[in-house]
């Protein structure tokens, strides 16, 4: 078992910057592969980026180049760091851990979500 708990969204002007957090606990954060969700109204979840135990990042195309996924496994936490946002990066983002096995399998862990909204 695996709690997630995310913070650090909020409101931001476009071009603006925001770093999500997300802490866990109850297992070997070690041990999974974490992942960076988000979803607006209306739209299935989306991936936005991934990181292995070992530090292997993947992202989402539409991410690549702004957002950067890191972990701190003495902490048992994975942050997101979002550059450059644009309103179309509004939504609720979600952490979740999960395995990588050449494609990314979400685990039924989920934090509660943190809105995430970019508008002048």
């Known amino acids: 078992q695996v709690q997630l708990v995310e913070s650090g969204g909020g409101l931001v002007q476009p071009g603006g910057s925001l770093r999500l957090s997300c802490a866990a606990s109850?297992?070997?954060?070690?041990?999974?592969?974490m992942g960076w969700y988000r979803q607006v109204p209306g739209k299935q979840r989306e991936l936005v980026a991934t990181i292995t135990g070992g530090g292997m990042t993947d992202y989402a195309e539409s991410v690549k180049g702004r957002f950067t996924i890191s972990r701190d496994n003495a902490k048992n936490t994975v942050y997101l760091q979002m550059n450059s946002l644009k309103p179309e990066d509004t939504a609720v983002y979600y952490c979740?851990?999960?395995?990588?096995?050449?494609?990314?399998?979400?685990?039924?862990?989920w934090g509660q979500g943190t809105q995430v909204t970019v508008s002048s």
């Open positions: 109850g297992s070997i954060f070690s041990y999974y592969t």
């Open positions: 979740n851990a999960g395995r990588y096995s050449n494609s990314y399998y979400p685990y039924d862990y």
